[in-house]
């Protein structure tokens, strides 16, 4: 079994950082592309970014590419996620994903454990 367990959320003003962090545990997860994802009230889940298994490949959703750093640590087991110039439009709950295999998409059906979430607030 796969344990997710996201930190680091908070409220924060707009063009503030935050770095948020994916602690997982279980299955050997510097196997799997890892991923963040995000939920605003009212709104699907989206896609944010992943990170292939060795780190080396990355890709950031358009809305947040420039600002967003995907980044894994396989020794520690952990995924993070930097976040600058943030804005309103970022409030959200976000998620952290382990995927089906070394590399996976933007498409939810491509990853099969999920975190429990940690909640962004950005103010204007």
């Known amino acids: 079994q796969v344990q997710l367990v996201e930190s680091g959320g908070g409220l924060v003003q707009a063009g503030g950082s935050l770095r948020l962090s994916c602690a997982a545990s279980g299955r050997t997860s510097s196997s799997y592309a890892m991923g963040w994802f995000r939920q605003a009230p009212g709104k699907e889940r989206e896609f944010v970014a992943v990170?292939?298994?060795?780190?080396?490949?990355?890709y950031h959703a358009d809305s947040v590419k420039g600002r967003f750093t995907i980044a894994r640590d396989n020794a520690k087991g952990t995924l993070y996620l930097q976040m600058n110039n943030l804005k309103p439009e970022d409030t959200a709950v976000y998620y952290c994903?382990?995927?089906?295999?070394?590399?996976?998409?933007?498409?939810?059906?491509?990853?099969?454990?999920w975190g429990q979430g940690t909640q962004v607030t950005v103010s204007s």
């Open positions: 994903a382990q995927g089906r295999s070394g590399w996976s998409g933007d498409d939810r059906s491509e990853y099969d454990y």
């Open positions: 990170i292939g298994w060795s780190g080396v490949n990355t």
